[in-house]
C-alpha cells in the first residue's frame, strides 16, 4: 500500500502520520506538497492535522482551494480511499466531500487529551479491523472540532450507518460528560455516502506506535491496508510529467 | 470609473447554530453586573477595500467572495455593506 | 580600520535634537554617553542613538548582570555550544544534539497575556531551529498573582491561551512546566518559554556574519511598528503608563513562524547558509549586530530594501522593530538564488537588504546615504556592565528571625486533615489539566511522559533513547535566602529529571528580578546566582545560556526574586524511564533522604497560615549530588516502580500526588511518616508538611524493596520503608507524629483536580 | 420607558497592529482571482439586545461593556451602534 499524506504549508501531523503508516505498518507513504497536482499513484489519500494555512478565517476554509485539493477531490468522488484527520475533517466538510461543519469547541479552548472512542461501524474500509462496539482510546488536539450539521443531515447519516466513531466514557456510554468539544450527537467521525472518505478528529496516527504503549489507532491503518488489498478503492492516476512540472511552479493558495 | 470601495462584510452565526462565544460574553457580562443583556451573538467582521467600477460592483464581487470563502453557509449568514466610498 | 575608510554620516532631516533630555529618554546614563562620544570621536546621530540604547539596555547589554552571569560554569563533556548563541547545544549520543534555552516574555505579557505569551513562545522557537534544530518540545514556566483576584485570572488565562495557541500552531507539544500563584506577581506575572530541539551534530549552524561580500537577507514577515523599543521597554518598570504603550503591543503570527521553521531548516539542510539569527529584541539593529561581532566582520545594509508594513518608516523605526516573525541570514554567494527560491516554496517574503565587510562597522544606509556607522565591538561587547552593593532587606531580615514556634505542632487530626485538603486545593500545587489541555502535548509522537510527572519525557531520534526536562524555581525561598533558593532551583530540577531515569546534563536558565538598582534586589540576584554556580558545579550541570529579566516590579514592589531553571537529562534505555505516580496496589512505598525539622518558607505556611516566614530548606550540595546518583543508577536498574520528588507541600502532599495521580485513577495507601529516615527533633508540621530537601517517594514491586536499599547504602543515601499501596476505593491512610488521617485518595483527587478550574470557571477566552 | 434595543459592537484590530487573519484572507482571494482587493482587515462584530431607557442609554451602557469586557483596547478599536430597534 502506498499512502500519499498532503503537505499543506501549515500542516503538523504530517509526520506522524508517516510513521504511523512506515514504522506503525511497515507500509510506505509519499508526502504530496500541496501546490503539486499529481497524486503520484498512490493507494490512499491522508489530509492530516495541522493548520494548513494559517486557519485564521475558518479551519480548512483556504487549503481547500489549493491546487492539490482539485485531484483530492477528484480522486475521492471517483470512490479513492480519503482520509482526513482533524484539520483534515475540516478540510473536507469545507470541501462539500462531508456533511456538516467544525465549529470552536463548545467551551471555547483547544483541548487535547485522550478521549474514549467507541466504533459504530466496522463495515468501513477504515475500521475493519475493529469490531463494532470497540472502545478505544485515542488523543484529541483541536480548538475546533464540535460537528454540527442540519437535523436532517444528522438523521440521514445516523440512518445509513455512517456514524463511524463516536465520544464516549469509560463505559462505553456517549453521554455528555464524554463530549470533548459539543459535537452533535457525540459524532468523533463519519463517512461519506459511498464510504470512502473518512473524516474524524481524533488522531489514530498519535497511537500507532508500541513504543508510546498505546496502539489504538493502527487498526485504521490496517483497515486500510486490507482495503487496499482486498482492491477497494481506486489508484490514483500519476500526472503526465509536463503536466506535473507546471503545477510545481503554479501559484499556491497562498503566497505572500 | 474605477475606484476603492470601503466594503464590510458582517458575518453572524446561522440562527439556530449554537453561539458559545455569544454565551460566554452573555454570562460574563451578568458576573460584571450588567443586567438587562437579553442575548449576545459573537460574528465576524470583515472590512475590506475594493476597487470596482461602482458601489454595486463592489457589493456583488464581495459577495461572491463570501460566498466562495469568506463565510461557510452552512453556519453562517453574512450581510454586505458598502460604507460610504 | 582607518578613520580614512569610513564614511560621511548623514543625520536624516527632521531628526530630534540631540539633548541630555534625549538621551536620558534613551535609557542612558551620562556616563554611558561620554563612553558613546570617546570611541565614537563625533555626536552619533539620532538613529544611531536608538542603536546605542537598545544594544546597551539591559535587556542586550546585561549590564547589571554580566559580571554575575561570567562566575557560572558552562563547560562539561555533553557542552557543544555554551552561552553566546541562540541557544546552547548538548550531545545526547548517537550523533545527535539538543538545542535548547529559556526566555522570558514578562512585560509584554502584563500589558497584553495572549499576544505577549504567544510571542515569547514564538521568539524562543527561532532561538532554537536558527541553530539547525526542529523543535521538539515547549515548556512553560509562569508565575502569577493569585488566582482570587480577576486581573490574575484574565492574565493566567490569557497567558495558557496564548503559549497553547502558538505552539499548537506551529506543530510543538508543550509538555511541561510550572505555574506558581502569589500575590508577590500580582501585576508582574513571570511567562518563561523554554524550547528544546533536536538536530544532527554536523548540522549545527551559529549566528555568524562571515566572508566579506556574502548577502545579507531579511526573511519572514514584514517590518512595521510594532515593538519599538520594545528591549528598553523590558528594563525598564512596569507603570500605568506602560500599560498604555500600545505600539509595543506585538501580535503573533504562528502560521509565519511554522514557514520560517520549515524554510530555516530545509536552508540549513541544504547547507545553502553562513549564518543564521532570529530578529528578536532590538529586532535587525542586535541580529545584525551580534553576528558580525560573533565574526569580527561587519555588515552593511540598506533598509530602503528591508520589505516593510506601513509607510513613511524611518531607519531609526526599521532598526529598531521588533516585528515577529522574521530572521537575518547570510547565504553563501553562490547559493543566493538557491536560497531564494526555497523561501519562495514557502511563500516567505526574503530580501538581499546587504553584505558582509571586513571593516567592523555596523553601517545603515537609507537610500545609499549613510544614516548608521558604529563600530561593532565596543557596540556589542563594550556594554558598561556595574558592580553593585547588595543588601539584605529589613522585610526580608524581619521574616527569616520570625518564630515559627506556633505552627509547628497541631491541635488535633482534624487539623491536619485539613491543612493536606487545603494544600491539595492551593492552586500553586493543585492539578495543573485545566492548563496542560489546552496545550497540544502528543504532536509529534515522542511525548513518553507528558504534563504531570515529575519531568516530561520524549523519545529521541538516537534509537533507544529519551531526554527528560524540567523546570523549577521556587522565588518564595529565595525572598528568604537568595543563595539557597538558587542552589534549590538546580537542585530541584536535576531531582525531577533524575526521577523519570535521566541523568541531568546541562541548564539554561531565566533570571527574574526586579531592578538591580535597589540594592535588597542587587542582593537577591548575586546570591541567586552564586547558589546556582555552586549547585551546577555540584552536580555537573553547566550553563549553556539563558536569559536576564530585570525591572520586573510595580508600583516600587519588585516580584520575588525567582531564578528560574530548565534542566535536560539523557535516559539510555527509553524502557527504564520511571513514571513518577503509584503504579499498583500492593508495591512498598519507601522515602529516600532525611527529613529535618525545616518549615520556613513553606506553602504550608503560605496557604494555611498565610505566612512567608523562616528559613527556607537548606540544600545540601552533596546530600543533592548522591541523590541523584541513586536514581539515575536505581533507574538504570529497574529498582523503581515510581519517583516523585518530594517539594511544594512536603511528604504529606508527595504521598497524596501520588495517590491521584494513578493512571487508572486514585489509588490509596498506608504510610508512616514516622519511618521516613529524619534527623533530630523534627516537629509534627515539619514531617507532614516541610520541606526539606533532597527527598523522593518511591515504590516497588512487592518484596523488591531490597534492591531499593541497596541503592541507598553504596550512595549513602538514607532510605526507608513507609507503607504499601491499596487499591482505588481505600483512604490513604497517613500516620505520624502523633497524628492519624485517612481521607478517601478520591476525595483528595477531587480536591486536587476542580482547585483551578473552580477558580477559572467563569472566564473563558472572550476576546478571541 | 425602558425597552429591548439592538445594538452592534465592531470591533477591529488598531492602526499598525498585525493582522494575519487580514492578511491571510486578502491573499487567498488574490490566488482566487479577485483583483483590486487592496487591503483586508478581519474584525469581531458582537450583536447584542440590551434593555434600557433609549437609545442613548443602550449606546452608553455598551460602550462601558467594550472596555470592560467586549474589547481589547490594547489591540482592538471599536465602534457601538444602535440599530433601528
Ligand atoms: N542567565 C544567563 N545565564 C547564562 N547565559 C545567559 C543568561 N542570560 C543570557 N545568557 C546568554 O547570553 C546570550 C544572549 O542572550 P539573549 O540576549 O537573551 O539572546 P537573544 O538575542 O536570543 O535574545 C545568549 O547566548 C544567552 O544564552
Ligand atoms: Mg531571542
Known amino acids: 500500500m502506498k499512502v500519499g499524506i498532503v503537505r499543506f504549508p501549515g500542516s503538523n501531523c504530517d509526520a506522524d502520520v508517516y510513521r504511523a503508516v512506515t514504522e506503525g505498518l511497515g507500509e510506505s507513504a509519499t508526502y504530496l506538497w500541496h501546490k503539486s497536482t499529481d497524486l503520484e499513484g498512490v493507494d490512499v489519500v491522508v489530509l492530516p492535522g495541522g493548520f494548513s494555512y494559517g486557519d485564521y478565517l475558518r479551519a480548512g476554509a483556504i487549503a481547500r482551494f489549493s491546487p492539490i485539493m482539485g485531484e483530492v477531490i477528484d480522486f475521492a468522488r471517483g470512490g479513492g480511499l480519503t482520509l482526513g484527520i482533524c484539520n483534515g475533517f475540516q478540510v473536507l466538510c469545507e470541501a462539500h466531500l462531508l456533511p456538516g461543519a467544525l465549529v470552536r469547541n463548545r467551551n471555547l479552548r483547544f483541548r487535547c487529551h485522550d478521549v474514549g472512542l467507541r466504533v459504530e461501524n466496522a463495515g468501513t474500509p477504515f475500521t475493519s479491523a475493529y469490531a463494532e462496539g470497540d472502545l478505544l482510546h485515542i488523543p484529541i488536539a483541536h480548538g475546533e472540532g464540535q460537528f454540527v450539521a442540519e437535523a436532517s443531515t444528522l438523521d440521514e447519516v445516523e440512518a445509513e450507518e455512517r456514524v463511524v466513531f463516536r465520544y464516549v466514557d469509560r463505559r462505553g456510554q456517549a453521554t455528555d460528560a464524554a463530549n470533548p468539544n459539543g459535537s452533535a450527537r457525540n459524532i468523533a467521525g463519519i463517512v461519506n455516502a459511498e464510504g470512502n472518505i473518512l473524516g474524524l478528529m481524533p488522531h489514530p496516527e498519535r497511537h500507532s506506535l508500541s513504543v508510546l504503549g498505546n496502539t489504538d489507532g493502527l487498526g485504521v491503518f490496517r483497515s486500510l491496508l486490507a482495503a487496499v488489498a482486498d482492491g477497494r478503492g481506486r489508484r490514483s492516476d500519476p500526472a503526465p510529467p509536463a503536466a506535473a512540472e507546471f503545477a510545481a511552479g503554479a501559484v499556491a493558495g497562498v503566497s505572500s | 470609473m474605477s475606484r476603492v470601495w470601503s466594503v464590510d462584510v458582517r458575518v453572524t452565526p446561522r440562527e439556530g447554530i449554537l453561539d458559545p462565544a455569544g454565551e460566554t460574553i452573555r454570562r460574563a457580562l451578568g458576573n460584571l453586573g450588567y443586567e438587562g443583556v437579553h442575548s449576545v451573538r459573537a460574528g465576524r467582521l470583515i472590512r475590506l477595500e475594493v476597487e470596482a467600477d461602482g458601489a454595486e460592483a463592489a457589493k456583488a464581487s464581495t459577495e461572491k467572495m463570501c460566498e466562495q470563502l469568506i463565510a461557510n453557509p452552512i453556519i453562517e449568514d453574512y450581510v454586505v455593506r458598502v460604507r460610504e466610498g | 580600520m582607518t578613520r580614512a575608510s569610513l564614511e560621511r554620516v548623514e543625520a536624516r532631516p527632521g531628526d530630534p535634537v540631540m539633548s541630555a533630555a534625549l538621551v536620558a529618554e534613551h535609557g542612558l546614563s551620562p556616563e554611558e554617553w561620554e563612553q558613546i562620544l570617546g570611541f565614537m570621536g563625533r555626536e552619533p546621530t539620532f538613529t544611531e542613538l536608538g542603536v546605542f540604547s537598545a544594544m546597551w539596555s539591559e535587556h542586550c547589554g546585561y549590564k547589571n548582570s554580566r559580571p554575575l552571569l561570567r562566575t ?125 530541539g533536536v538536530l544532527p ?82 529586532g535587525l539593529t542586535s541580529s545584525g ?77 537609507e537610500d545609499g546615504v549613510v544614516r548608521v556607522e558604529i563600530p561593532v565591538k565596543p557596540l556589542v561587547d563594550d556594554c558598561p556592565t556595574y558592580v553593585r552593593e547588595g543588601v539584605m532587606s529589613l522585610a526580608v531580615a524581619e521574616a527569616r528571625s520570625a518564630d515559627l514556634g506556633a505552627y509547628a505542632s497541631f491541635e488535633s487530626d482534624g487539623e491536619v486533615d485539613a491543612a493536606l485538603r487545603t494544600l491539595l486545593d492551593a492552586p500553586s500545587i493543585a492539578s495543573r489539566r485545566w492548563i496542560y489541555e489546552q496545550y497540544d502535548t502528543t504532536v509529534q509522537t515522542n511525548t513518553l511522559e507528558g504534563p504531570g510527572s515529575d519531568a516530561a519525557v520524549l523519545r529521541l531520534p538516537a534509537e533507544g533513547r529519551a531526554l527528560a526536562a524540567s523546570t523549577d524555581g521556587n522565588g518564595r525561598h529565595t525572598w528568604l535566602d537568595p543563595r539557597t533558593g538558587g542552589r534549590a532551583a538546580v537542585a530541584e530540577a536535576a531531582r525531577n529529571v533524575a526521577c523519570s531515569g535521566a541523568r541531568p546534563l546541562a541548564v539554561t536558565n531565566c533570571l527574574n528580578f526586579g531592578s538591580p538598582e535597589r540594592p535588597e534586589v542587587y542582593f537577591q540576584l548575586a546570591g541567586a546566582v552564586e547558589g546556582m554556580g555552586e549547585a551546577c558545579r555540584a552536580l555537573r550541570t553547566p550553563v549553556t545560556g539563558g536569559n536576564v529579566s530585570l525591572y520586573n516590579e510595580t508600583g516600587g514592589q519588585p516580584v520575588y526574586p525567582t531564578p528560574v531553571i530548565g534542566m535536560l537529562g539523557v535516559i539510555e534505555d527509553l524502557e ?193
Open chain 3, 289 to 365: 549586530t551580534e553576528m558580525a561581532a560573533r565574526s569580527g566582520s561587519g555588515i552593511d545594509i540598506d533598509v530602503a530594501y528591508l520589505p516593510v508594513r506601513e509607510k513613511g518608516m524611518t531607519p531609526y523605526e526599521m532598526l529598531l522593530s521588533e516585528s515577529q516573525e522574521r530572521m537575518l541570514l547570510v547565504a553563501k554567494p553562490e547559493h543566493e538564488e538557491a536560497v531564494r527560491e526555497v523561501l519562495e516554496r514557502w511563500d516567505l517574503q526574503a530580501a538581499t537588504i546587504g553584505q558582509v565587510t571586513d571593516d567592523g562597522m555596523f553601517r545603515v544606509r
Open chain 3, 201 to 282: 551534530l554536523e548540522r549545527l549552524i551559529r549566528g555568524e556574519a562571515e566572508g566579506v561580500g556574502n548577502p545579507v537577507m531579511a526573511v519572514g514577515a514584514r517590518t512595521g511598528r510594532d515593538g519599538i523599543h520594545g528591549a528598553t521597554f523590558a528594563s525598564e518598570e512596569l507603570d500605568e503608563e506602560a500599560v498604555d504603550s500600545r505600539p509595543q503591543v506585538q501580535v503573533g503570527d504562528p502560521f509565519t513562524e511554522k514557514l520560517l521553521l520549515e524554510a530555516s531548516l530545509e536552508l540549513i539542510e541544504r547547507d545553502l547558509l553562513v549564518g543564521i539569527q532570529d530578529m528578536g529584541a532590538a
Open chain 3, 576 to 768: 527504564r524511564r520511571v513514571p513518577s505516580a503509584f503504579q499498583r496496589e500492593g508495591d512498598e512505598i519507601w522515602v529516600a533522604g532525611v527529613t529535618r525539622d525545616e518549615i520556613g518558607g513553606s506553602e504550608y505556611l503560605a496557604a494555611c497560615h498565610g505566612l512567608v516566614a523562616g528559613l527556607p530548606p537548606a540544600l545540601e550540595l552533596r546530600e543533592a549530588a548522591s541523590l541523584v546518583d541513586f536514581l539515575v543508577e536505581g533507574a538504570a536498574d529497574g529498582a523503581f516502580a515510581s519517583a516523585h520528588d518530594c517539594s511544594d507541600g512536603g511528604l504529606a502532599v508527595a504521598l497524596a500526588e501520588c495517590a491521584v495521580g494513578a493512571v487508572d485513577g486514585p489509588l490509596g495507601c498506608t504510610v508512616d511518616l514516622d519511618a521516613a529516615p529524619a534527623g533530630a527533633n523534627v516537629s509534627a508540621a515539619g514531617r507532614w508538611f516541610g520541606e526539606s530537601h533532597s527527598r523522593i517517594v518511591l515504590t516497588c514491586r512487592p518484596g523488591e524493596g531490597e534492591r531499593i536499599a541497596a541503592h541507598g547504602r553504596r550512595h549513602g543515601v538514607p532510605v526507608a520503608r513507609v507503607g504499601v499501596v491499596n487499591g482505588p476505593d481505600s483512604p490513604c491512610r497517613l500516620t505520624g507524629a502523633g497524628h492519624a488521617i485517612a481521607p478517601p485518595a478520591a476525595e483528595l483527587a477531587r480536591i486536587y483536580e476542580e482547585a483551578i478550574p473552580r477558580r477559572m470557571s467563569e472566564e473563558a477566552g472572550i476576546t478571541s
Open chain 3, 72 to 196: 557560572l560554569p558552562t563547560e562539561g563533556p555533553a557542552v557543544v555550544q555554551g552561552p553566546g548563541e541562540n541557544a546552547g547545544v548538548i550531545d545526547v549520543g548517537g550523533g545527535w544534539g539538543v538545542a535548547f534555552k529559556i526566555e522570558s516574555h514578562n512585560h509584554p505579557s502584563a500589558v497584553e497575556p495572549y499576544q505577549g505569551a504567544a510571542t515569547g513562545s514564538g521568539g524562543i522557537l527561532r532561538d532554537v531551529f536558527t541553530m539547525g534544530a526542529r523543535p521538539i518540545a515547549i515548556l512553560d514556566s509562569l508565575h502569577f498573582g493569585s488566582l482570587d483576584s480577576p486581573q490574575s485570572r484574565y492574565l493566567f488565562d490569557g497567558v495558557v491561551r496564548g503559549v497553547g495557541d502558538y505552539g499548537n500552531c506551529v506543530g510543538v507539544p508543550t509538555v511541561g512546566g510550572e505555574a506558581i500563584f502569589d500575590p508577590a506577581y500580582e501585576r508582574n506575572p513571570l511567562i518563561n518559554v523554554m524550547c528544546i
